[in-house]
């Protein structure tokens, strides 16, 4: 129904950058918000930035300052530019749509998607 499919990860060197993108495909009317996750080794998946339809942002307090969240509505697109990236940046990234609306045939329906992850690693 909805494919969200990440891109850009990789690895990178301590304060060195990188700009995640995640698409969203499928038969989307809107969607409310757009984020990103990570999970690194051995730990809980955490919240890393989140974006609304109408530009509202939200970040953990470990990224803020480094990290900026961005949103094409048109393209149901999001994206991350991670800047003075740091070792314990290093995990995988998960892109995550929140409330979307979608047609399936005559009927309106919402749910939450995620995309399969990326890897980011922050090493010398």
């Known amino acids: 129904q909805v494919q969200l499919v990440e891109s850009g990860g990789g690895l990178v060197q301590p304060g060195g950058s990188l700009r995640l993108s995640c698409a969203a495909s499928?038969?989307?009317?809107?969607?409310?918000?757009m984020g990103w996750y990570r999970q690194a080794p051995g730990k809980e998946r955490e919240l890393v930035a989140t974006i609304t339809n109408s530009g509202s942002t939200n970040y953990a307090d470990s990224v803020k300052g480094r990290f900026t969240i961005s949103r094409d509505n048109a393209k149901n697109t999001v994206y991350l530019q991670m800047n003075s990236l740091k070792p314990e940046d290093t995990a995988v990234y998960y892109c995550?749509?929140?409330?979307?609306?979608?047609?399936?045939?005559?009927?309106?329906?919402?749910?939450?998607?995620w995309g399969r992850g990326i890897q980011v690693t922050v090493s010398s």
């Open positions: 995550n749509a929140d409330d979307v609306l979608i047609l399936i045939g005559l009927k309106a329906m919402r749910d939450t998607y």
């Open positions: 499928g038969s989307i009317i809107s969607i409310t918000s």
